[in-house]
């Protein structure tokens, strides 16, 4: 494959395929030549997943993967903006950015990103950290002919730029046609037998280096490995009760549309303890569990208020506030809520921590024929849904009690022991339906 663009080209390597165990890429200076072409074994994709690891101190906008196509068109890029410190994902021509990252300078990084056209999801790992998933519209069932480049980005008129370039070391260079298990993803992480690219594979090669690239022997470093999920994806529309043990739901978009509902068992109850896992990278208020009546819109409901840094709870549009907790993003967080109406006390567990009860007035049950959502916060009886409060990530182990559950239930159902499931909501035997794009996948398992 032919770039119709004007280089000052010196060819370091021929073309040949190699075996790179052991070795790494030096891009040694800034430049708007230097790259390596790399041709894949494959070139028709509907999915992939692409991992490496790289080194750099540059302080600037850098890109570490780009896939073009022959028109010129980017395909998928992974690039660096050190200005925000967020790693953007580039498709066609939709785009989502993952912040907030621990992206030190002088410092291997391993960085695995998915896509698949099924979906339009993609998502990004770094050092093994699963980060939320999103949608990026697809704008084509597959990916043809792709030219694969490290070190340089094309512009649309196919001319790289120095000041996007990539200057440092790269290695372990691979590249699959499906979407890679997080289990397969930790064990590439951790340098564990994993299963090679089989459209890039490290230890087969074929390259091709233009202008300053050098081919040295690999440092040793070490990477902190987090274990978290085996995930394959299912998607689901039908209202029906269903088993949903080690499964999720997945929020994947900002939309004020797409949600859960959820059907109780009982619909007339004087007290209620509400538990939750769920996990997110947003940063703005968002909703978390939303039950309205036909007399109050927020019946019961749990809130982030970002700005404050404030879990709320409400009970009959009543709202008691929990401030400064630790809720930080692209973590898994259990939250279990009580309210009894003998008392009006209402409680947030945090993670399996107690906090302060506070009261709100009570006398009365929480009223019969509520709607129960997740995804979206209820402004109305089943309705009236802002985009800028919507859930985006993952949320499973959803339960609800018409009781206050013991402390020590809290906290078997936080260490995911033997717990007494919910006679209200029942994770393991869920009445829902799903409106629009919210997804089940597998929940999180520890890869051994």
């Known amino acids: 494959m032919q770039f119709v663009v004007c280089l000052m080209i010196l060819i370091s390597n021929a073309e040949a395929i190699q075996d790179l165990s052991g070795k790494m890429f030096v891009f040694p200076q800034q430049t708007d030549t230097a790259h390596v072409l790399l041709t894949p074994s494959k070139t028709n994709f509907t999915a992939i997943t692409v991992c490496h690891r790289s080194f750099t101190d540059l302080k600037r906008e850098h890109v570490l993967f780009s896939v073009a196509l022959p028109s010129f068109d980017i395909e998928c890029v992974v690039l660096y903006k050190f200005e925000t410190n967020e790693m953007v994902l580039f498709k066609k021509n939709g785009q989502t950015s993952y912040g907030e990252l621990d992206y030190k300078l002088s410092t291997w990084h391993s960085i695995c990103t998915t896509w698949e056209s099924s979906t339009g999801l993609v998502q990004l790992w770094f050092n093994g950290q699963q980060l939320t998933k999103k949608y990026v519209e697809a704008q084509s069932s597959q990916i043809t002919a792709p030219s694969i480049i490290l070190g340089q980005v094309l512009d649309d008129a196919g001319d790289f730029h120095s000041d996007r370039s990539f200057v440092g070391m790269m290695t372990n260079v691979h590249m699959w046609d499906y979407v890679l298990s997080s289990c397969e993803i930790q064990k590439y992480v951790a340098e564990l037998s994993f299963t ?14 233009y202008g300053r690239v050098l081919i040295e022997n690999k440092q040793l470093y070490s990477l902190t490995m987090r274990f978290l999920v085996c995930l394959m994806f299912l998607v689901s529309n039908a209202a029906a009760v269903q088993d949903l043990s080690g499964k999720m739901f997945l929020f994947p978009q900002h939309t004020d549309t797409a949600h859960v509902r959820l059907t109780p068992l009982k619909t007339s109850i004087g007290a209620a303890t509400v538990c939750h ?13 939303s039950m309205s009546s036909q007399s109050f819109d927020n019946e019961f409901l749990l809130f982030y208020d970002f700005t404050h840094n404030e879990m709320e709870v409400h009970v009959k549009n009543q ?31 945090f993670n399996g921590q107690p906090l302060i009860k506070n009261y709100l007035s009570g006398q009365s049950n929480l009223t019969a024929n509520p709607i129960i959502i997740l995804g979206q916060e209820q402004d109305s009886h089943g309705g009236g849904f802002v985009v800028k409060q919507c859930f985006v990530g993952m949320m499973t182990d959803v339960h609800m009690w018409d009781y206050v559950l013991s402390s020590c239930e809290i906290q078997k159902y936080v260490s995911e022991l033997s717990f007494t499931p919910g006679n209200v909501l029942n994770w393991a035997a869920l009445n829902f339906r799903i409106h629009e794009r919210v997804l089940i996948e597998n929940k999180q398992m520890f890869c051994q």
């Open 319 to 349: 709202k008691a506030e929990y401030g400064g907790l630790d809720y930080k993003p692209n973590t898994w967080h259990s939250l279990c809520t009580t309210w009894d109406s003998g008392s009006g006390l209402v409680q947030l567990w």
């Open 196 to 209: 090679p690219g089989n459209v890039l594979n490290w230890a087969a090669l074929d390259f091709q280096i």
């Open 277 to 289: 896992r769920s996990f997110t990278n947003l940063k703005r208020d968002h909703n978390l569990f």
